[in-house]
């Protein structure tokens, strides 16, 4: 990939992480100010739709946290000049795809191959006898 390029999408994969970093700031302090609300509430139900809550953003924590480990890849693949390269079939993966999904390490083809077996295997699985 063209330097040019590589560069564009270094800044695309800070802007990521730095969104990301903001974002995850951002919902611990909601996190810790709805733990300080816990404590004082007496109704069950409040407590519940807080505890809800509190599991949603814990998902939100390990997606954000696993997109992170993708952004540091990427970083990494780029520095390395290896970024842009498909780890299955080491084709260029497309510009178009790669703007879509910038921590992307397979090609369009090889991606669509390994959802198709995928698929396959769900199929297999459900035919076994119990
Ligand atoms: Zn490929």
Redesign the pocket.
């Known amino acids: 990939m063209e330097k040019e390029r590589l560069k564009e999408f270094n800044q695309i994969l800070l802007k990521m992480r730095q969104d990301i970093l903001e974002e995850t700031g951002r919902l611990s302090d909601h996190f810790q100010t709805g733990g300080e609300r816990n404590i004082r509430l007496s109704d069950p139900n409040d407590r519940a739709s807080i505890e809800t809550d509190a599991g949603v953003l814990l998902r939100l924590g390990d997606r954000n946290r696993k997109l992170l480990i993708k952004i540091e890849d990427a970083l990494k693949r780029i520095r390395d000049n290896t970024y842009g390269i498909?780890e299955?079939?080491?084709?260029e993966?497309s510009e178009e795809r790669l703007r879509f999904r910038p921590v992307t390490t397979?090609?369009i083809?090889?991606k669509t191959e390994l959802e198709d077996e995928e698929k396959l295997l769900k199929k297999k699985t459900t035919r076994w006898p119990r």
């Open positions: 498909c299955i079939c080491g084709e993966i397979q090609c083809k090889c």
